[in-house]
């Protein structure tokens, strides 16, 4: 991760855009830093953009981006519905605007390449909110492998079994829809755990997986449950379970074997609460966490997983203030962001077509008992580019 420990030259301005629920999560990150200052929030309800403005001692409430880019903003951040990210990204980047957007980048990859594009065009930084990265579990577990301690992944594993009220979907009308959330727990839950494990296991080669909606389906359009079967471009393989049908909630887990044969697993119990690693498994010890303690609730309401997640936010803006000074890049850039989302559409595009998605070749050199790759897969059903577009045959 990028290091805040240069002295600050300057004051950024910010403008928050959108003032839903996550909106709280960036002022108050945004408002923990000395070198910051939140000039404007925006929202297309008016009303709520100034009782935002109001609550949080922020000077001025738009309700259009333009207004928000002409208060002389440097840094645009994006808390809209899904589908509308690439309009307040593209707009912000042709004003020379630096930009920090909510998971997911987008819903879908060709929108999600031109966000990273347009940044790039204009010079200025793309980064996502994946804040989970930044868990001291979550680092540990890195460094693990970066250091050989667990060595390149071979297995892993991803659990993510929440507990979601009908309320939840109703609350808001583009929640549960295909054309304004682009997707259920995959896109909204399950992504923060997708992109933790393509970061931990590499590449992405081939997608195979199911959705279904099991609770929710009377109120959603969308899953509520999906499974997947994942191989890495580096022969690595692993499972993903996810759902919001689940009751009381299980939390997450993200679980890693190494090439050396250790082991090292990540729990989130409660949601929201700190990504703990429960299980260490290296040399000839095991040691172990409760991954559910007793006396703990296990089904927890968003504004308190949300308020938990603070801290984490923080250290993700300050990461992206600190790209910022010292020109270099934010942890979590456009095309990484990108690799999380290319996984959850690949597992509906699988679900669809009852078939693998494929991005790319397994390096089949790594492959014990391999001595030679076998030849790369025939263009068909089933094979796929990075855009999910059928490749000719």
């Given at each position: ?146 250091d050989g301690t667990l060595g390149r992944p071979i297995m892993g594993q991803c659990s993510v079994m929440l507990h ?170 456009g095309e990484d962001a990108t690799k999380a989302l290319r996984i959850l559409l690949a597992v509906y595009e699988s ?43």
């Amino acid at each position: 991760m990028t290091s805040s420990a240069s002295v600050s030259t300057r004051t950024f301005r910010v403008g928050i855009v959108g003032c839903g629920a996550i909106s709280g999560n960036h002022l108050e990150a945004f408002g923990a830093l000395e070198n910051v200052r939140i000039v404007g929030v925006c929202d297309i309800d008016l009303d709520r953009a100034r009782t935002t403005a109001e609550a949080w001692d922020v000077p001025n409430a738009v309700n259009t981006v333009a207004e928000l880019l002409d208060l002389g903003v440097d840094i645009v951040s994006v808390c809209t519905p899904h589908p509308t990210h690439e309009a307040v990204v593209l707009q912000a980047a042709a004003a020379g605007v630096h930009v920090l957007c909510e998971k997911p980048i987008s819903t879908d990859l060709p929108s999600a390449e031109r966000m990273a594009a347009a940044c790039a065009d204009a010079g200025v930084k793309l980064g996502v909110l994946f804040q989970r990265r930044f868990w001291p579990g979550a680092q540990r577990i890195r460094a693990a492998i970066d250091d050989g301690t667990l060595g390149r992944p071979i297995m892993g594993q991803c659990s993510v079994m929440l507990h979601r009220e009908p309320e939840y979907y109703s609350k808001d009308a583009w929640r549960g829809t295909w054309a304004n959330d682009g997707g259920g727990v995959l896109m909204t839950q399950a992504i923060h755990y997708i992109d933790l494990l393509q970061w931990f296991m590499g590449d992405i080669a081939e997608v195979y997986g199911k959705i279904n909606s099991y609770k929710h389906g009377a109120n959603i359009e969308v899953e509520d449950s999906a499974t997947a079967v994942l191989t890495f471009t580096s022969g690595a393989m692993a499972t993903l379970e996810a759902s919001t049908a689940v009751s009381p909630s299980l939390g997450v887990q993200i679980r890693i074997t190494g090439e050396t044969g250790a082991s090292a697993s990540l729990s989130e119990f409660p949601e929201g609460s700190d990504g703990r690693v429960d299980l260490w498994a290296v040399g000839r010890e095991i040691t172990t966490e409760p991954v559910h303690p007793a006396g703990i609730e296990p089904n927890v309401d968003l504004a308190s997983i949300n308020g938990q997640l603070i801290p984490h936010h923080t250290s993700q803006v300050r990461d992206f203030v600190a790209a910022l000074e010292n020109g270099t890049e934010p942890a979590i850039t456009g095309e990484d962001a990108t690799k999380a989302l290319r996984i959850l559409l690949a597992v509906y595009e699988s679900s669809r077509t009852g078939v693998p998605v494929r991005f790319a070749a397994v390096d089949q050199f790594r492959i014990t008992g391999q001595e030679h790759p076998p030849a790369a897969p025939a263009a068909g059903p089933g094979v796929f580019s990075n855009s999910l577009t059928p490749v000719a045959g």
